[in-house]
């Protein structure tokens, strides 16, 4: 049973500070990972996708995978109070890149 | 582009009776995905289609679930019969395809909630 753990949360940040979310996965050989915001009453959007070791950044958002420690995380710099909502992390594996979601971290952003 | 369409957006409905979903991907994506979202919790993935043949429904309860994509295209997924521990969001999901890069990223439909009561 493949399972990728998050801390449910609530994370709480200040506006403009940096959030940090983190997520580890069962299995070793999982090749693609992926960073979905799901705002309340919503549905799963991509923030960001990761496939090798190190850091990859798109605007605010950077994510950052070790699959030695079958780690990956997502920092967001300057958050925002938009930015309040649950981040998902997901992982694909196999020959079939079957996804595997975590149960989502929820991130307030507070004025 | 279109999105992802569903239907219903939402359904209420008695345990012991049946209820469809149906699901139409955005043009073009091979993979079709069907996942249950009890509140409070990650998306469960139900069973996955490349085109009309299943990838995996390992944790689609097969006794009452059941999901078909003729012609590779729009989907449906059934529950008969329905228990109360069935209440969830049931969303739909499409990607390109499976070769690896953007081609596993998925785009969610509205989502269908359904209360058993």
């Known amino acids: 049973q493949k399972e990728v753990e ?34 309340s009453g919503k549905s799963p959007e991509l923030i960001m996708s990761i496939y090798s070791n190190g ?5 605010r958002f950077t994510a950052q995978l070790n699959k030695a420690s079958q780690y990956v995380s997502l920092l967001i710099r300057d ?33 | 582009e279109a999105g992802v369409a569903q239907s219903p957006r939402y359904k209420i409905i008695e345990k012991r009776q049946s209820v469809a979903f149906w699901c139409n991907p955005i043009s073009g994506h091979a993979t079709l995905y069907w996942y249950q979202q009890i509140l409070g919790q990650g998306p469960k993935l139900l069973i996955q289609f490349q085109n009309n043949g299943v990838v995996d429904d390992s944790q689609l309860p097969k006794d009452r679930f059941s999901a078909e994509r003729l012609k590779g295209v729009d989907s449906t997924l059934k529950i008969q019969p329905a228990k109360l521990e069935d209440s969830a969001v049931y969303l739909c999901a499409s990607s390109p395809g499976l070769a690896g890069g953007n081609q596993e990223t998925q785009y969610f439909g509205p989502g269908t909630r359904l209360l058993v009561l």
């Not at chain 1, 959030?19 to 979905?36: E, H, I, M, P």
């Not at chain 1, 850091?55 to 605007?59: A, M, R, T």
């Open chain 1, 6 to 39: 998050q801390n449910s949360g609530p994370l709480s940040v200040p506006e403009g500070a940096i959030a940090s979310l983190n997520c580890t996965y069962s299995d070793r050989v999982s090749q693609s990972f992926f960073w979905y915001r799901q705002y």
């Open chain 1, 55 to 59: 850091d990859k950044e798109d605007g």
């Open chain 1, 79 to 111: 958050s925002q109070p938009s930015d309040s909502a649950t981040y998902l992390c997901a992982v694909n594996s196999g020959g079939s890149y079957i996804p595997t979601f975590g149960r989502g971290t929820s991130l307030i952003v507070h004025p």
